[in-house]
């Protein structure tokens, strides 16, 4: 992931309701009073459950038991780092990078420490002084400490870095199904080009992954059946259904195969193409039916 700077984080769409869990926030500094009145200061925000932590050797060996762990369990799991621009290690390095030596993805957020304002309760702030960003090292380092640095807008930054790292990831656990199912599966652009085809769906219509990526899924057809999809399938879907029907797939020797076929519309425009075990060849394509699953 490239680095990023805060507009490009406040860019991000809200996550889906499912991201309502709460976020572990680890609060490191060798000064264990700062740590522990920064903390305090996040539990107030919304989501957080914040750990101040004096010890960076503590916290680093508590970052790589969790990042090794295959367990399953996320209970404790630490979701953001937070120190303070300046903190080094024993050998006056920067702590970032033992953070990403265990966990490369892990979500950091850096502050000014002089621009901590008053914790009480009854007005908690932090990042009141104008001060440059620092230069993000990594897509998931970010700093904190603009004039309207409220206690609210560093819990959103947390907030944002976090839910986004949680959907890259879910993305991602969704993608390695995808490329593993047994059923042809083809992600479709907006313009109606393959971004994604995995192996079963290329063998099914005769070609290569290589060759179907990026190119138009109208190729795979002929014109007659491009009309009946186009008329009859592409519809149903943008209407929030689920066209299932037999769909005649052109091979590249010129031979036609017919496999059942399952269409859905995507939120952007594009479409997602699940293809069945093709039946014999030369098959006339039927009219399909739809759901609403």
Do not use: Q
Request: glycine share 10%; charged share 30%.
């Amino acid at each position: 992931m490239t680095a990023t700077d805060p507009s490009s984080i406040a860019s991000i769409p809200p996550p889906p309701r499912t991201f309502r869990n709460p976020i572990t926030v680890l609060v490191v500094d060798d000064d264990a009073h700062a740590a522990d009145r920064v903390a305090t200061a996040l539990e107030a925000a919304d989501r957080l459950e914040a750990v101040a932590e004096p010890s960076l050797r503590r916290a680093l060996r508590r970052i790589e038991r969790e990042s090794g762990s295959d367990d399953g369990s996320e209970s404790d799991a630490i979701d953001c780092v937070v120190v303070p621009r300046g903190l080094t290690t024993a050998t006056g390095g920067d702590p970032v990078g033992d953070f990403r030596s265990s966990a490369a993805d892990l979500p950091v957020v850096r502050y000014d420490p002089s621009a901590i304002g008053p914790l009480a309760a009854d007005r908690p702030e932090i990042g009141r002084a104008v001060t440059p960003r620092d230069a993000s090292v990594d897509g998931w380092t970010e700093f904190h400490g603009v004039d309207d640095g409220s206690l609210e807008s560093f819990g959103a930054l947390i907030r944002r870095l976090v839910d986004h790292r949680r959907a890259v990831d879910l993305v991602g656990r969704a993608l390695a199904g995808v490329t593993t199912a047994r059923d042809g599966i083809a992600i479709v652009g907006p313009d109606g080009t393959v971004e994604f085809a995995n192996r079963p769906y290329a063998g099914r219509v005769g070609f290569d992954r290589g060759d179907v990526v990026g190119t138009d899924w109208r190729d795979r057809h002929s014109p007659d059946e491009v009309d009946r999809l186009e008329s009859v399938a592409l519809p149903t879907a943008r209407d929030g259904w689920r066209w299932t029907g037999a769909c005649a797939y052109r091979r590249p020797d010129g031979t036609t195969v017919t496999a059942r076929t399952s269409l859905v519309a995507l939120d952007d425009g594009g479409l997602l193409f699940v293809v069945d075990e093709p039946r014999a060849a030369d098959d006339t394509a039927t009219e399909g039916t739809s759901s609403d699953e």
